[in-house]
């Protein structure tokens, strides 16, 4: 089964703070995506990368960048974190499969409140 | 601009009947079609995913697809109080990596 590990289920910071958020898949997955999650506007796509050190912007990049240095870890950051990035963020991992499949597995998630 | 529809509910069914969700595309190149569940609270899950078109079962799970008409649905037979969650539908046109979602559908069977 493919495992998708976040590396806090909860986590409370203080605005202007920098943050980090870890991701570590075990498939040997291609492709890593951050999203985030809040009521009413659905899943949105922060930054997704297709291999060691590249990355592509999502739908809501600004505010966070994020760091790819193993195929197995992909990390988003905070700058200076301000209250409206509370949210719920989710990681996914996906690999191609018969050339079609993109299907994404996701992580826990963790669920930041900044203050 | 790629978007995945589906109706956000909530939809309240009685223990024991069919649950039905439906999701509408607009890229009518995308090849791939996946169903998720959501717990409150909790990170989404896959539970189908279906290439061609037709019918695929899956335990008390049946996913349809019909391409022509841009449609996928996820229908849930005998449903159980623990299948009330939030259903996302994602699409993937074979182009790109990426999944582009549904805002999801709030399910809740009655005891």
């Known amino acids: 089964d493919v495992k998708v590990t976040q590396s806090s289920r909860y986590l409370v910071k203080r605005t202007g703070e920098k943050v980090f958020l870890e991701c570590v898949q075990d498939m040997d997955h291609e492709n890593m995506f951050w999203y985030r999650q809040d009521p009413g506007l659905g899943l949105r796509l922060i930054y997704f990368?297709?291999?060691?050190?590249?990355?592509e912007k999502g739908d809501i990049p600004e505010g966070y960048s994020v760091s790819r240095e193993k195929k197995e870890r992909f990390s988003l950051i905070l700058e200076s974190a301000s209250t409206n990035q509370t949210s719920m963020y989710l990681c996914?991992?996906?690999?191609?499969?018969?050339?079609?499949?993109?299907?994404?597995?996701f992580g826990p998630g963790t669920r930041l409140t900044v203050t | 601009q790629k978007e995945v529809e589906q109706n956000s509910g909530p939809l309240s069914v009685p223990e024991g009947a069919i649950a039905s969700l439906n999701c509408t595309y607009s890229d009518r190149g995308s090849q791939s079609f996946f169903w998720y569940r959501q717990y409150s609270g909790k990170s989404p899950e896959l539970i189908m995913s279906?290439?061609?078109?037709g019918d695929k079962e899956d335990g008390r799970f049946t996913a349809q697809l019909n391409k022509a008409s841009q449609y996928v649905s996820l229908l849930i037979r005998d449903s159980q109080p623990s299948d009330s969650a939030t259903y996302l539908c994602?699409?993937?046109?074979?182009?790109?990596?990426?999944?582009?979602f549904g805002s999801g559908t709030q399910l809740t069977v009655l005891p």
């Open positions: 996914a991992s996906s690999s191609p499969d018969r050339g079609l499949s993109y299907e994404q597995y």
């Open positions: 279906i290439y061609s078109n």
């Open positions: 994602a699409v993937n046109d074979g182009s790109a990596r990426q999944l582009t």
């Open positions: 990368s297709y291999d060691v050190k590249m990355k």
